[in-house]
């Protein structure tokens, strides 16, 4: 059973940081790693799938990096609308969700 | 586009079943690559892979809720639906459906979830 980790849990940042979370596979799971958006309340939404590729519509302010087991999301300029928590999941067996990584504003 | 929309009961009492049922719209449930899926979410935690089922009624599950869990599928009324026995109090959470697939295998898109409280 592939377990993931992110780090950090929680971040507090300003409009305008450049942010980075980490997202690390207990196994190798090549490159397939997605990443998701949630707001509070809302559904999550997807950024990035197979690690990097950014899902149609997303800024490209977002964008994934990593293949094996350790990943990560950076966004290049946070923007007000970016405040919310960020999830990693690994496709490469049957699916399973990183704890989440929460953005707040500073 | 395609949109799923999950309904049913919010309020379940301990030891009886809960019920969902997802209507997918804009698209077909029976398309080739995909599979309907559940999630859910405990408050203030992290998100729950519960299970998916192909239109063909081929089944996986969490092993952790796998005793507890059937999803099915109404191919006819473009519809999937959860049932998990018995519930207790940690199964109260937001339950979302979602489509997972594709070439790279990823959700998208969610229904809007449904909060479910178990409660007497």
């Known amino acids: 059973d592939i377990q993931m980790t992110q780090s950090p849990s929680s971040l507090s940042a300003s409009v305008g940081d450049r942010v980075t979370i980490a997202c690390r596979a207990s196994?190798?799971?090549?490159?397939?790693l997605n990443w998701y958006q949630q707001k509070p309340g809302k559904a999550p939404k997807l950024l990035i799938y197979?690690?990097?590729t950014l899902q149609s519509g997303v800024p490209s302010r977002f964008s994934g990096t990593g293949s094996g087991t350790d990943f990560t999301l950076t966004i290049s300029s946070l923007q007000p609308e970016d405040f919310a928590t960020y999830h990693c999941?690994?496709?490469?067996?049957?699916?399973?969700f990183g704890p989440g990584t929460k953005v707040d504003i500073k | 586009q395609v949109q799923l929309q999950e309904s049913g009961p919010g309020l379940v009492k301990p030891s009886q079943t809960l019920s969902l049922t997802c209507t997918v719209s804009?698209?077909?449930?029976?398309?080739?690559?995909?599979?309907w899926s559940w999630i859910r979410q405990h408050p203030g935690k992290g998100l729950e892979w519960i299970g998916y089922?192909?239109?063909?009624?081929?089944?996986y599950y969490n092993p952790s809720l796998k005793s507890r869990v059937t999803i099915s599928v109404d191919t006819s009324k473009n519809q999937f639906s959860l049932k998990l026995s018995p519930v207790t109090a940690a199964d109260t959470a937001v339950y979302y459906c979602?489509?997972?697939?594709?070439?790279?295998?990823?959700?998208?898109?969610w229904g809007q979830g449904t909060l479910v409280t178990v409660s007497s």
């Open positions: 999941q690994q496709s490469y067996t049957t699916p399973r």
């Open positions: 089922i192909y239109h063909s009624g081929s089944t």
């Open positions: 804009g698209g077909s449930i029976s398309g080739a690559i995909y599979y």
């Open positions: 979602a489509r997972y697939g594709g070439n790279d295998n990823r959700f998208d898109p």
């Open positions: 196994q190798s799971i090549s490159m397939s």
């Open positions: 197979a690690a990097s």
